[in-house]
């Protein structure tokens, strides 16, 4: 019996949506190519996630997990100099400004679980091959299970939630570039490194690099270990060394030049390889199509500077299993209904956008608060995730007011252009077999 609706990917988008849909009583069918738990990057959680995970009701399982509680995120400048830490309580004195620092391989599959105990049929190690469409509506896909066997499962609504691979994103060339945000990122895994105790122990900290052209993640995770990532320009990174292919070599001169870092990690042991990415910023022309809708980064992908990434995976989950859940209770599963979300989440995700580009524009936290202490409450709130709302657009113009003469404000991204091809993407270096933080 063929499901209603047909989720390509088992990360936290597509089992947020399948979970919801299968509380409301919607069939669901999910294809996961990978067997679980797997690695993957994004570990660092901020407070907004967590009327999702409510909904889901992954809440006790997080709250009885092993996963460093976080409470605030801290910022140090290229001379080293730290801002006063930004607790989540301080501005929201609610328990949602308790999130967590995790492991995504336990996290995913925690996920990909709770999916299943809401009654999702969730198949690991099975590869959605293509989508299939009647004219431009989806119908459903065409799978590989492990076997090798190939088979087609139908369905009233495709949702793409197959990350950055986007399978409808390149087959139907949706995906735009970001013209401001091009990075990359080089990072591993340490045992032992320095951590704040009490309630700064799992402080997320972004530590601007010694040039002020990038900067690490310092990310403290369970069973003792600390991810710690540098991030800059693409071509800083990977094309202007001496040996581009050399992630260590890289990776070894910018801790070098980084004393806080550099002090942080000194009494550790790596315990992980070297990984390497090309964090493009991208999203899609549009959200969804005639029974097809895109969510997490199978839509976009935007900056980690902020740890959006789980909450933007989890919210557009959340959004596009609630559109589809009423587009099939009123036979309306067209472009515009699976799609209905998309104005206002492309508001949010173009605010936390807005905020990356200032700092990588030269942003002072802490000039800012101090100059306009009335509105640091607003700045966290969009720190922690608050982004769905205008409330928190009366920023921006006192930003603009502390600009050096003749700069200008950071424009809009216009995603509304198509480009003909795809920058080549750096490969990631493996974990050693068996490693698990």
Known sequence: MNPDVVVIGGGPAGSTVSTLLAQQGVSVELFERERFPRFHIGESLIPETYWVLKRLNMLPKMQQSRFVKKYSVQFVGASGKLSAPFYFWDNKPHECSQTWQVVRSEFDQMMLENSREHGAIAHEGVRVLDVLFDGDRATGVQIREADGSVREVRAKVVVDASGQNGLIQNRLRLRVWDPILNKGAIWTYWEGAYRDSGRDEGATMVIQTASGNGWFWYIPLHNNIVSVGVVSPFDYLFKNRDNPSNYEQTYREEVDSCSAVKERIAPARRVAGYFATKDYSYRATKVSGDGWVMIGDAWGFLDPLYSSGVLLALKSGELA????????????????????????????VDRMRRL??????????????????????????ILIGDLFTDRVDKVWQPMESLYPPGKAPIPPWDAGTEMEHAPEKANELKLPEGWRP
């Open 356 to 381: 990356v580009c200032e700092y990588y524009e030269g942003f002072s936290f802490g000039q800012f608060v101090q100059r306009y202490p009335e509105l640091r409450n607003t700045v966290t709130d």
């Open 321 to 348: 299993a609630d559109a589809i859940a009423e587009g099939l209770a009123k036979g309306d599963t067209s472009a515009a209904q699976l799609g209905t979300w998309a104005p206002a989440f492309n508001c949010g």
